[in-house]
Every structure is written in structure tokens, then in C-alpha cells.
């Protein structure tokens, strides 16, 4: 019997895992859409296609399933873009039927006809178009294929009239995954551990690729007494249960990690690949380990890269280790992280003036959210608090945009993260530049049904681009925000919303917001001007800074400059 093609792409679709498809209808997908009304997969209807494309990433990464997002012709398939990028560079399986005009009316500009292979053909893993009937179940079966085993993103271009077709000869084309195990040989496992067995101080450098290696990486410090520093994208692979724990190198970083980094004399780099490349050691010997050949010495020359699962190469790595017993230099990074964090947040508690700091406030939400809260942030400020002071433990685990480093993510994000995770609390740091972005999805937490959590850090500023200008000797361009008061705007779409700008009101608000059935925003009015200092301040910031203070006082914002000497200083 025939087939239609969107009930053929769809059923594909379903066989492949995919449990949500996030998109907004309309003309070219309509057909689409119907094949999904009548599927077991469920539309979740966004208001903003780019959020539905951060929606289905975060679905996607939390659950590991492959998610889709459909769209109309022309700009309803475009509004993907930032979504797609985001999810392609997080390596989160994503589906995307991007639907097409007519076949017979493409190439002379038809209204709505967009060059969706121009667009996506390069932030994707795979981006084709279904050009004949008898091609759709084969093409959807190799985009699903494709995103699921190079964990990226998928895009079926799918003009109106095929989606409407019929099939007549239909192949039985499926999906076939498997994760393989990927080590090194013992032959070069054995180079591995001669070098780690020479050396005397020894750091461990883990990023995103240690994720379900927890136990099998800490077995290895334990064995070498190395400190372990993360990646910002490591934080809830590594970071809980690890008493070798020395937190995150780099910008966002802290100065226990950026030293264990820099002083060792052999790092072992596992599933890293850190870009910024003043962060890594000049004389060590540095092994790295990863899945990606690409990853391999990209970023610095190393010793000696090899290709390998991270849990796999590490099992099959300890017996040949020979137990190191000097602490000194382990102990000595651990204790000045812990110390460090500590002084940080004292400094971040509320002075005489009542005024909330980021710092304070994500230190609040840490102790007050549950155990295995699901947490996303924007880029900006709200990431910088959420890696530094949000402490994960196995169950929680932390969102945001650290390669692509999009605004805008977080509350969408939030969003696929609760639909797959029904029941969890799911929690956003949003800035206030970011949720005004793609405010109108916090709409689509209520239709829905997604009793999602955002907090607003409302400092009145694109915050982390007014202190990045300062430390270039700027006086600030372009940042400040005039904002309505975004409480009330939650309650005007229907979630439970309010606004603190005092500190002593903070705890009971963050409680009463958790404990909000439905989805409910808290704005909190922060500091602006809490700095965001990297590890070493380097002599460039440290020159602009002071630049930005003379040039403050030349052209009488004498009053930002304290406010700012204020808030980190005093
Ligand atoms: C889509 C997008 N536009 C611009 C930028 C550049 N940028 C990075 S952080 C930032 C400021 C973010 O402001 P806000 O959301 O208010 O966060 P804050 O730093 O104030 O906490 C900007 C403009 C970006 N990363 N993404
Ligand atoms: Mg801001």
C-alpha cells in the first residue's frame, strides 16, 4: 500500500528515539505536523523557533536522545540558526525538518524560498534535502543515523510537494547506532604510564569528554596524587565526590586550578579541549587523551596524544601505574581552592547597603535548590556565578553555552530540559539582556505546562560586555538596559512572578519562587558592577582598569567608579 512521505520521515523519526518535535507550524510543514498528530511523538508549540531550538538541545543533552524541531519555509526554518549552532557545538543529537517550497519552483526566487544548504551546511553534521519520494525514508534514516553517532545536528530539507507525496516502492531502510569502546593499545598505554610514572608533580586536566568517567579518572589522581582541574563543561562530570578537586582554569576560573595547570611538571589532558592556549603549561610533559583525533594537540603541542574513551583508556591505564605517595603538591592546589571559593562568596555576602550581589544570590540558590536540580544560564555574568559558586554532586547538572556563547539559551534550554524531566526542578539564570530576547517563550511555560524556575539577574546591563569594555580602558558603550520590571511581566503571561532588589528579602522569595507549582520568575536587581575577575589578572586588564578609571573621572562617571571600588573592595 502507499505511503505518504511526512508519515514516512516521522515513523523514521519515532524508530530513532525521538520522543518531542518543538517547531511552529505553518503552510510548508503543515503536513508534517499532521504525520506528528498522529505519531507517538508529542509537537511542543514554541513561539520562537530559535528557543525551540534550544528547547530540544537541552533535551537532547539531558536525555541523550535524538529530539526534532520542524519549521516552515523560509524564516520559520531559519529562525533555527542560533539553536542549531548551539546544539551542534554541544554535541546534542537534533533532528531539524527544515521544509522547503515546491520543488518545481526552486532556484527562481520563489516567495519564501531560502538556500537552507547554504545556511546549515556548515554548523551541521549532515544537512541534505529529500529530493524524490522514494528518497525520504532513506535520507531521514541517514540523518537520524548521522546525528546520533557523530552527536551533532541533523537537517532533512523537505520541499511541500514531496512531504504531500506518495511512496509506492518502500525499502526497509532503519536505524542502526551502537557505541563502540574505543582504547588505546597497551602498547601505548604502557608510553602513557612511563611518563606519568616520571613525573613528580602531576596535574590532571579533565573537560566534557571525562562525562560517565567520574570514578575511573579519580582512581588515576588517587594513584598519581594529582589535583584534578576542569573544564567549565566538566563541572558536573567532575567536580562532586572529588577531594583532588581544584575547580575550573581559564577566564571563568580560579587561581588553585589555573596554578595546578601551569605549575605541573606533566599534565594529563582527558577529554580537554580548551581553547585558550595562555592557560596551558610551557615545560610540562602534557599526555592528552580523547575520542576526537582532532582534538589532539590543537590547542598546544603536547607529549604524546592518544584516542580513547576516556573510562575505557583510564580502567585499562591504572594497573600500570605505580602508586605516587608526595601530596604536597595535590594538598597545597585543594586547600587553596577551597579557601579561595570561600573567600569569594564571604565577599559576595550583602554589605550595610542591602544590594545583592551574583555571587551571593547563586550561593543562595545553591543551598536552597534540590539535590538534583537541573540548572542553565545565559552567557554573561550569570555563567561565571553558576560555574563558580552552583556545587553539583552526581544528580545535578549544569547547562550553558560555553563554546558557542549565545545569550538567550538558558530559559529555553530549561525548557526541552523539563520535558524530558518531568517533575524535576529545572532552574535558569537568566541576565536581563538574555530573557528579553526570547522573552515570549516563557509563554510557551505556560501553554505547555513547564513549571520551569527562572531568576532574572537584573542589573540593568549587557553586565559582562560593561566590565569587559572597562577592562579594555573603556568607559562603557551601549550596555545599559532600561527594563520594565520583569516580575510583573511574568504575571502578565501567566506564570507566578516578583521582583527583590534587598537582600534581606532574598531567601524567603527564592523559597517561595522553588516552591511555585507552575513555572514562576524571580527578578533579582544585582549589583552591576561585581567584577568578574580571571584567575591572574593579566597585565592588560589590570592596565585597563586603570585607564577606565582615569578616563571615569575625566568624563564625570566618578560615580559608577566607586560604586564599582564599593562593591569589590570595601
Ligand atoms: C546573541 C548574542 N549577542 C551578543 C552577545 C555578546 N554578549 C555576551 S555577554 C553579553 C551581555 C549579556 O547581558 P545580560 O544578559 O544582561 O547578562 P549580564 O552579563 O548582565 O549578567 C553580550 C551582549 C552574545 N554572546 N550573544
Ligand atoms: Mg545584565
Not at 71 to 93: D, M, Q, T
Not at 524 to 547: D, F, H, R, Y
Request: charged residues 20%.
Amino acid at each position: 500500500m502507499a505511503k505518504n512521505v511526512a508519515d514516512v520521515i516521522i515513523e523514521v523519526l519515532q524508530s530513532a528515539g525521538v520522543k518531542h518535535c518543538y517547531g511552529i507550524v505553518g503552510d510548508t510543514v503543515n503536513r508534517i505536523a499532521l504525520a506528528v498528530e498522529h505519531s507517538e511523538i508529542e509537537w511542543v508549540h514554541v513561539r520562537h523557533e530559535e528557543a525551540g531550538a534550544f528547547a530540544a538541545q537541552g533535551e537532547a543533552l539531558v536525555s541523550g536522545n535524538l529530539t526534532a524541531v520542524a519549521g516552515s519555509c523560509g524564516p520559520g526554518s531559519v529562525h533555527f540558526i542560533n539553536g542549531v549552532i548551539e546544539a551542534n557545538r554541544n554535541r546534542a543529537p537534533l533532528l531539524v525538518i527544515a521544509s522547503q517550497v515546491l520543488r518545481d519552483e526552486l532556484g527562481f526566487n520563489y516567495p519564501q524560498e531560502v538556500d537552507f544548504k547554504a545556511i546549515y551546511g556548515s554548523c551541521t553534521v549532515y544537512c541534505d534535502m529529500i529530493l524524490t519520494p522514494e528518497q525520504a525514508r532513506r535520507k531521514t534514516v541517514i540523518a537520524c543515523q548521522t546525528a546520533i553517532a557523530k552527536r551533532g545536528v541533523a537537517v532533512l530539507i523537505v520541499p511541500v510537494d514531496i512531504s504531500h507525496s506518495d511512496i509506492h516502492d518502500d525499502v526497509p531502510y532503519a536505524v542502526h547506532t551502537s557505541l563502540p569502546v574505543i582504547r588505546p593499545t597497551d602498547a601505548d598505554l604502557d608510553r602513557v604510564a612511563a611518563i606519568l610514572n616520571a613525573g613528580e608533580k602531576i596535574a590532571i586536566y579533565g573537560g566534557s569528554g571525562c562525562r560517565g568517567a567520574h570514578d575511573a579518572v579519580l582512581a588515576v589522581a588517587e594513584r598519581l596524587k594529582a589535583p584534578i582541574a576542569h573544564t567549565t563543561r566538566a563541572k558536573d562530570a567532575l567536580e562532586y565526590d572529588n577531594p583532588y578537586n581544584v575547580g575550573i582554569t581559564g577566564l571563568v576560573g580560579n587561581e588553585a586550578a589555573y596554578h595546578a595547570v601551569l605549575d605541573c611538571d606533566t599534565l594529563l589532558l582527558l577529554g580537554a579541549d580548551f581553547a585558550w592556549r595562555q592557560f596551558y603549561p610551557q615545560h610540562a610533559k602534557i599526555v592528552q587523551i580523547d575520542l576526537e583525533p582532532d582534538h589532539l594537540g590543537r590547542r598546544h603541542p603536547i607529549t604524546l596524544g592518544l584516542i580513547g574513551d576516556i573510562n575505557e583508556t583510564m580502567k585499562a591505564l591504572l594497573p600500570r601505574l605505580e602508586t605516587h605517595t608526595d601530596t604536597e603538591f595535590r594538598d597545597l592546589h585543594v586547600k587553596r581552592h577551597k579557601s579561595l571559593i570561600a573567600a569569594q562568596k564571604k565577599k559576595g555576602e550583602p554589605k550595610h547597603n542591602g544590594h545583592i550581589s551574583g555571587i551571593h544570590l547563586a550561593d543562595l540558590i545553591n543551598q536552597l535548590a534540590d539535590d538534583d536540580a537541573q540548572f542553565t544560564s545565559d552567557d554573561g555574568t550569570a555563567a561565571v556565578w553558576l560555574h563558580r559558586y552552583v556545587d553539583m554532586n552526581g544528580k545535578r547538572r549544569a547547562f550553558a553555552s560555553l563554546l558557542h556563547g549565545t545569550m538567550a539559551a538558558a530559559m529555553p534550554t530549561a525548557l526541552g530540559i523539563q520535558k524530558a524531566l518531568p517533575g524535576r526542578q529545572v532552574i535558569s539564570l537568566s541576565g536581563d539582556g538574555g530573557i528579553a530576547m526570547l522573552i515570549g517563550d516563557l509563554m510557551t511555560a505556560v501553554q505547555e505546562k513547564l513549571p520551569i524556575k527562572v531568576v532574572v539577574l537584573d542589573n540593568g546591563k549587557l553586565g559582562f560586555i560593561d566590565i569587559e569594555q572597562k577592562s579594555e580602558g573603556m568607559v562603557p558603550l551601549y550596555t545599559d538596559l532600561l527594563n520594565p520590571d520583569f516580575g510583573k511581566v511574568a504575571e502578565a503571561m501567566g506564570l507566578w512572578g516578583r521582583s527583590v532588589d534587598h537582600a534581606k528579602d532574598l531567601e524567603e522569595a527564592i523559597k517561595d519562587w522553588l516552591s511555585q507549582p507552575g513555572p514562576a520568575l524571580l527578578n533579582v536587581k544585582v549589583e552591576s558592577q561585581t567584577l568578574v575577575m580571571p584567575p591572574a589578572v593579566a597585565i592588560g586588564p589590570a592596565i585597563g582598569m586603570a585607564l577606565y578609571s582615569a578616563r571615569a573621572v575625566l568624563q564625570g562617571e566618578g560615580g559608577d567608579l566607586f560604586e564599582m571600588i564599593e562593591e569589590n573592595f570595601l
